[in-house]
């Protein structure tokens, strides 16, 4: 296996994800309900009995990265939110992870998703308010996509690490400006 550095290995993530959503928003979200006309925006990232987005070890170091652009206070703030997240719902990598649910630290009231050009989750990335089934980007879709990002990650660091729930997976990864 030919082995990546993590800031190419990240370049190809951030392609990755470009790439999927155009493809999602070409081929399937035009079928789908607009988050700017939804009547309870941000209520699908915010539903703590929904939300449970696991990510891989290089969307956490990617998320980061976004975070530790911002400004210092909005950075501290999400922080706190992430901390208090993990907390609130116990968020933790034992037992099965995808069993707990919680509302997402990235969403803000006014903003949205805080990560959503160059970082938003595949998960997140697939979903939309469909009105029909059929509609939906196929499941094959997503899993063809995180296989990819497994295998960045196992080129990247050597070895293919347990996905994390969203919060837990970021704040492992740490501020560079704390």
Known sequence: MKFLSE??????????????????????????????????????????????????????????????????????????RIDETIERYGLNSEGDTFARTYACP??????????HEAGKPVPCIMHACYEDQS???????????????????ARTYGRRDRWLPLPLAISRQGSSRS
């Open 135 to 153: 509609h939906l980007p196929p499941n094959e879709l997503q899993v063809a996509h995180e296989k990819k990002i497994d295998d960045l990650n």
């Open 106 to 115: 990235l969403f803000e009231a006014g903003i949205g998703c805080l990560v």
């Open 7 to 80: 800031k190419k290995a990240l370049e190809r993530l951030r392609n990755q994800i470009s790439d999927l959503r155009s493809e999602i928003s070409e081929r399937y979200e035009h079928r789908a309900k607009s988050c700017l006309t939804c009547e309870v925006k941000g209520s699908c990232c915010l539903d703590a009995h929904f939300v449970n987005v696991h990510i891989s070890r290089l969307e956490a170091v990617n998320i980061r990265s976004i975070l530790d652009a911002m400004p210092d206070v909005r950075r501290q703030n999400v922080d706190k």
